[in-house]
């Protein structure tokens, strides 16, 4: 007869550190044959069932405390998918998206609450003034706005897209390209959203007048021509976009820009991918805290992914599968916090180093506070630690907990822009 385990009364799901307690005594019970009355005695355990059994039991666990906390879960493994993903009526629910987001740029609301704006217009004839429709008029409202997409749709901006506060930018369900021209820049706003773009082949723009809300247009000079240019921004998150081949960065940070989360993103065939801090010299960039989890570094990358100065730096759960130089580097004594990352070596034996420190001798890197923790290097891939490893530092560095190395591929199996239908799940 199998034992009955007795669990504490509670109203709806039991407590997980209640459950927790139990977990290994009772994986260990039902492995080690106790429950089979024809067994003439009990079967030594086998970890790694014990381990399995855990890992299930605590996986149903979690799933029944989201739903008891009203929260969707899809059981992915991947906490931002999980919250909203399986909602069939996700396209009724847009705004739900804003509840999702996790690591260091999880208060960013972009347009949560506010209206939806429908960009009907592809075109982007007057920078200075945009028609009613147009992406460009809809990011320069001073209001919040949730922005959608009416159709699939080609954007080629004549200047940079200069976006305001308190802005969403949904591409879920159409196929939205920001590509051929400049792209968008988040200078000295805050609480922005972009998610689910193909953004591309993005250029210079500049020596040009630009409006960036409905009282005001200003001299832009050249611009860099990032995919996403964030200067001076603040509670920013860029989810589920694709982005490659840009003139200079596919996302760069700098210029005391804080709260920050880079997830979800599929980036491929581009030199110097993110650049998080402005230069060596700029010390107003030592408060700057950016994640960066769940994204695909796939073919063609070379380096910066990322490339970071002064600041707080969460690297967790991203799946490298192509560099040619390295795959995360910095200088000025960055703190990187590398978590759960798959990292797998191209075939070039001098290519092997996931790391790179810059711009000082080992007399002085080797004290920056850079550690791997439970990545999982393949193909000789190797990462070069460095720093006492102070606890306070990566207290500042840490912005949500790390799965196993090993579930990066399902975590991350769905970077890039999804492809959502109305009335059914995404």
């Known amino acids: 007869m199998m034992m009955m385990m007795r669990m504490p009364a509670a109203a709806g799901v039991p407590s997980l550190s209640v459950m927790t307690t139990l977990l290994v005594h009772l994986a260990s019970f039902l492995v080690s044959g106790a429950v089979s009355s024809n067994s003439p005695s009990p079967v030594h355990e086998d970890p790694a069932a014990v381990s399995v059994v855990v890992h299930e039991v605590e996986r149903s666990l979690l799933n029944a405390s989201r739903r ?40 960013a609301i972009g347009g949560k609450n506010g209206r939806i704006y429908v960009v009907t217009d592809a075109g982007d004839d007057d920078p200075v003034n945009p028609k009613p429709g147009t992406l460009r008029y809809g990011v320069i409202q001073t ?15 004549k200047e940079e897209l200069i976006m305001n506060s308190y802005k969403t930018l949904d591409g879920r369900g159409s196929s939205v390209h920001i590509a051929n021209g400049p792209c968008i820049t988040i200078q000295y706003v805050s609480n922005v959203i972009i998610h689910g773009l193909h953004i591309h082949d993005c250029k ?28 001076g921004g603040s509670h920013v998150w860029v989810d589920h976009c694709s982005l490659s081949n840009c003139n200079d960065g596919l996302i760069d940070a700098i210029h005391g820009s804080t709260a920050i989360t880079i997830s979800n993103n599929y980036m491929t065939h581009h030199d110097k991918v993110m650049l998080l801090g402005h230069s060596d010299s700029y010390v107003q960039d030592k408060n700057m805290q950016v994640t960066i989890a769940f994204n695909h570094f796939g073919e063609g990358l070379i380096q910066r992914m990322p490339r970071c100065r002064h600041g707080y730096f969460h690297v967790v759960n991203n799946d490298y599968t192509h560099w040619e130089m390295y795959a995360i580097g910095g200088s000025a004594e960055p703190t990187i916090n590398s978590q759960g990352n798959r990292f797998l070596a191209p075939d070039d034996r001098f290519s092997k180093e996931v790391t790179k420190h810059e711009d000082a001798p080992q007399s002085e890197w080797t004290k920056w506070n850079w550690r791997s923790e439970g990545d999982l290097l393949l193909n000789g891939a190797f990462f070069t630690p460095s720093g006492a490893g102070a606890s306070s530092s990566y207290a500042k560095a840490s912005s949500l907990g790390a799965r196993p190395s090993t579930l990066v591929g399902p975590i991350t199996l769905a970077a890039g822009p999804l492809s959502c239908k109305k009335n059914s799940r995404c």
């Open 68 to 107: 008891n906390l009203g929260y969707l879960s899809c059981g992915s493994g991947n906490p931002i998918d999980d919250c909203w993903r399986c909602d069939p009526n996700w396209e009724k629910n847009r705004q739900r998206l804003a509840d999702c987001a996790i690591g260091f740029g999880k208060n």
């Open 143 to 157: 209001e919040p706005l949730w922005i959608i997409f009416a159709r699939d749709m080609v954007i080629t901006l």
């Open 204 to 231: 210079s723009g500049g020596n040009a007048y630009v409006r960036d809300s409905p009282e005001h247009f200003g001299w832009r000079t050249v611009s860099d021509g990032d995919g996403v240019s964030i200067f």
